[in-house]
């Protein structure tokens, strides 16, 4: 594995290949983004390109050295990975790397300290990692990694190089379902438009069985009818309770209505995220206005904005359902 094998972040990988060419590696980072994007794999092709004993001129590791092969798996002793333990990351895991980082790297050039979900240091931690912050030393590197960077402290963000990372764009999601999971184009395509550019969130999808819900939900949605209140009151009484379902529920119509407007723009069938239900897309880009699809698309954001501050679920849901346009 080497950056080449990342997918996404074309921008980050860059940068850092820029920083090992220019031998200006800084002494902390942190990498913020939403989950499961891919932020730890690249903190860690960064650690292994550092160390690599004969990295190619595109400054990327070679996956064949001692070096490299130990950091694949995860032996190398300069390459440290630290986690939360139950809820927090404690003192002692930042004291016991305190104490490692004390002495020179045993193998290679640098050491490296990824810690991952670092905005779950408790205070103590914080604290204890913010002295190692202000006194860099030579040889080694923290790389903070995190989705809820506004739970750091200011202290520590204001003395690490900074890197956000997007969402990976749909096409990098798909490509990884059907490279490293083995899953169909269509399925993976499926999973990764709904997936808001995480291929954590993707997984988790496939897990939960997306399949059947949105054909439920594309049911409901093809019979609605303004004139109807039954059949609108049925589409809102779909989503249920559950939060995360109802998030679901309104990603899927979302992108339906996305897709409506692709394809009325574009008249291409193939960049659709429900391309196998290309029927029902079809029929929603010849009945509404592209004006009217949009403000469909804002009202589902509007409620799910609602309904994440906890008001009357069912309320909310039905007002939806009566005021999108069909
Ligand atoms: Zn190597």
């Known amino acids: 594995m080497s950056f080449l094998d990342i997918y996404g972040h074309e921008r980050q990988i860059a940068i850092l290949q820029k920083t090992i060419a220019q031998k200006r590696v800084g002494h902390a980072y942190l990498f913020s983004g939403i989950n499961a994007t891919g932020k730890k794999t690249l903190a860690g092709e960064f650690a292994k390109a550092l160390n690599c004993e004969q990295a190619d001129n595109h400054h990327d590791a070679c996956g064949k050295c001692s070096s490299c092969q130990k950091a694949q798996h995860l032996s190398h002793v300069d390459m440290i990975f630290i986690e939360a333990d139950g809820q927090f990351i404690r003192i002692n895991a930042i004291r016991e790397i305190q104490e490692r980082m004390k002495f020179k790297p045993l193998e290679g050039r640098w050491r490296t300290v990824i810690i991952d979900d670092a905005d779950k240091m408790n205070d103590h931690a914080a604290n204890a990692l913010l002295k190692t912050l202000e006194e860099p030393s030579a040889s080694n590197i923290l790389i903070l990694i995190s989705s809820r960077p506004y739970s750091l402290p200011a202290t520590i963000i204001s003395?690490?190089?900074?890197?956000?990372?997007?969402?990976?764009?749909?096409?990098?999601?798909?490509?990884?379902?059907?490279?490293?999971?083995?899953?169909?184009?269509?399925?993976?395509?499926?999973?990764?438009?709904?997936?808001?550019?995480?291929?954590?969130?993707?997984?988790?999808?496939?897990?939960?069985?997306?399949?059947?819900?949105?054909a439920e939900i594309m049911q409901l949605l093809m019979n609605a009818k303004k004139d109807d209140p039954i059949s609108l009151l049925n589409l809102a009484s779909n989503f249920g309770q559950d939060k995360k379902k109802i998030k679901q529920g309104l990603d899927i119509i979302s992108s339906c209505f996305r897709d409506a407007l692709v394809f009325k723009e574009t008249r291409k069938d193939e960049i659709l995220i429900n391309s196998d239900k290309f029927p029902f897309i079809n029929q929603l880009a010849q009945k509404l206005s592209a004006e009217h699809i949009i403000q469909n698309i804002s009202l589902l954001a509007r409620t799910w904005e609602t309904i994440e501050l906890n008001v009357n679920k069912t309320l909310t849901l039905e007002t939806m359902a009566f005021k999108l346009n069909y």
Do not use: W
């Open 159 to 214: 003395r690490c190089r900074h890197m956000r990372f997007n969402p990976l764009t749909t096409n990098a999601v798909t490509r990884y379902l059907v490279e490293q999971k083995g899953m169909g184009e269509q399925k993976s395509g499926l999973l990764a438009g709904l997936s808001g550019g995480s291929i954590g969130r993707a997984l988790e999808l496939d897990q939960e069985d997306i399949t059947a819900f949105r």
